[in-house]
């Protein structure tokens, strides 16, 4: 007897020191736990436990000692419940969680001296593809890829954020979380006008990659304007790949689904958003497609289709509601950060507007990536046939506030001009040509943001071919923030989005090279988060 007692003390005491978990209990009284981050650490894996539910779970960093910076978990929807986190590894830095009813640096967000101010960027974490774009009920839907616990990628849920006008975002509670099947991949979103799903008319439906053991295609709607969503209960829908891109096709009354498989993307039709019968396939693409129409050169009886893949290289073609048959291509639009591109399905007047991912390390923050501009997508026939077109959206103009324009200037006197300028965030429009030599180059802040390179063609490295054989003048469009570039040539016909390195000057916007400035025209910008105080 004596022996068993001794046993059994033994074993309490080791499961007590050796034990593999750390758990610890909240009634939840505030809208938001606080979890410190430390970079050091591993990753441990925590389970997010309602009574008796599993809701979900990520990995976290958790610091033990100074915390590199603070995430949080918005709780609010369960306030008066009991939440247990259980890690599997002992944590000390679980004691270190604390609710509260504002996360940790709220009172400085959006004004932190690196946060971008015409850009989308999540309030804490990672961001990569976005994801669910969909205008509905006077909103601009963005859903994104997001780790809402570290500034790397991971944990993949669809953080969420709305818009009235594609420039002011307002962020809300992640839409989407680790379930079962597994991490919340990219997807897409539709608006179920006829309730051909039966979750109700105008339900938002949202189509999303499960990233488990394999990867599988699942639904979830919302009928709260997306504030909340419910995972249909017949999920998986469909096997892999990933990236389910769906849309209504009106001519044959049909949904139909692009999806990522392979080196291909299989073209799939629906009735009722939840089975799919597969009809085609394209070959040449990688990852996040695209399929969509456009009037070429804005003519509403000459349409084509456009299918392009996540580094957005792109065909042009015909699609008749199951297989799209391309006509010409690959060609790309866009260079350099942007990559996973989505467009908005459900536009009230018909745009066809992009959100890129800006491939974009935001250093020093305690969020990272960022959303390049939205940006008006085109087709126009060119000296080389029909191409797409990538223009920042008109609402820009909103943004502006000081405007300087100037004609007719040489370089020296347009660096002049452009030397009485204070503010960084700058849209900038100009006419510009190259006089002598056969060199252009912008500068900013002692970075080369644009450099053209006219014996051999090329804008930033990229092939670039003027309508006029042997024209040296070009439209240059560009729109500076504080830690990204993007520039479009010759009214979008190319697209260069680049992250800008550290001031390595004090000078601001410069033009270098033989040229004469036919126009300049510089607006100040106004940020998208903080209201200007007169
Ligand atoms: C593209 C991508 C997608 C995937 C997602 C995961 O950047 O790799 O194919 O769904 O990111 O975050």
Not at 29 to 50: H, S, T
Not at 164 to 186: K, Q, R, V
Not at 442 to 459: C, L, P
Request: glycine share 8%.
């Amino acid at each position: 007897m004596k022996n068993f007692l001794f046993i059994v003390l033994l074993t309490l005491l080791s499961i007590q020191l050796f034990s593999q978990e750390s758990i610890r209990e909240f009634r939840l009284e505030k809208q938001y736990l606080n979890i410190p981050v430390d970079m050091q650490q591993d990753r441990q894996k925590v389970y997010f436990i309602l009574g008796q539910d599993t809701l979900t779970y990520s990995d976290i960093r958790i610091a033990d000692g100074e915390p590199d910076y603070w995430v949080f978990k918005d709780v609010s929807a369960w306030k008066g419940k009991k939440l247990t986190l259980t890690f599997s590894e002992k944590v000390n830095g679980i004691e270190k969680i604390y609710q509260s009813d504002k996360f940790a640096g709220e009172d400085s967000l959006y004004r932190e001296s690196k946060r971008p101010q015409l850009h989308f960027t999540t309030r804490r974490g990672w961001n990569n593809d976005p994801n669910g774009m969909v205008y509905h009920d006077g909103e601009y839907h963005l859903f994104y890829q997001h780790n809402p616990y570290e500034i790397r990628w991971g944990n993949m849920h669809w953080g969420h954020a709305v818009s009235t006008d594609l420039l002011h975002w307002n962020e809300l509670d992640d839409a989407l979380y680790p379930d079962d099947l597994g991490t919340m991949f990219s997807g897409s979103a539709v608006i179920d006008k006829d309730n051909s799903a039966g979750w109700g008319k105008n339900t938002l439906v949202a189509f999303y990659t499960a990233a488990g053991e394999k990867m599988t295609q699942n639904v979830a709607y919302s009928t709260d304007k997306g504030r909340t969503f419910t995972k249909y209960e017949g999920n998986p829908i469909l096997g892999p790949d990933r990236d389910p891109k769906v849309f209504w096709y009106e001519p044959t009354q049909t949904w139909v689904m692009v999806l990522y498989e392979d080196n291909f993307f299989a073209i799939y039709n629906s009735r009722d958003l939840k089975n799919w019968e597969y009809r085609s396939k394209v070959k040449g693409f990688y990852e996040c497609p695209e399929l969509f129409e456009l009037a070429v050169d804005g003519d509403e009886n000459n349409k084509k289709w456009v299918m392009y893949g996540a580094s957005g290289t792109y065909m042009v073609g015909t699609f008749d509601g199951e297989t799209f048959t391309p006509e010409r291509g690959k060609y790309f639009y866009s260079w350099g950060s942007q990559y996973a591109a989505q467009t908005f399905n459900n536009t009230p007047d018909g745009r066809r507007i992009q959100i890129g991912w800006g491939r974009i390390e935001q250093r020093g923050t305690s969020f990272n990536q960022m959303m390049l501009f939205p940006c008006e997508l085109s087709l126009r026939t060119t000296s080389e046939g029909i191409r797409l077109f990538s223009e920042p959206v008109g609402e820009i103009e909103n943004l502006h506030d000081k405007k300087h324009r100037w004609e007719h200037l040489t370089e020296q006197e347009v660096n002049e001009k452009l030397s009485t300028i204070e503010t960084d965030l700058l849209h900038v429009k100009m006419d510009v040509e190259i006089r002598h030599g056969l060199r252009l180059a912008i500068n900013f802040r002692g970075n080369t943001v644009i450099k053209y390179d006219g014996s051999f063609n090329q804008f930033n490295g990229v092939p670039f071919t003027c309508e006029e054989p042997g024209s040296f003048r070009f439209n240059i469009e560009i729109l500076l923030d504080r830690t990204s570039v993007e520039t479009w040539i010759d009214r979008g016909k190319l697209y260069i989005s680049e992250g800008l390195k550290k001031d390595k000057s004090q000078d601001g916007l410069r033009i270098k090279g033989g040229v004469r400035v036919h126009f300049i025209e510089v607006s100040e910008m106004k940020s998208i988060w903080i209201k200007k105080q007169d």
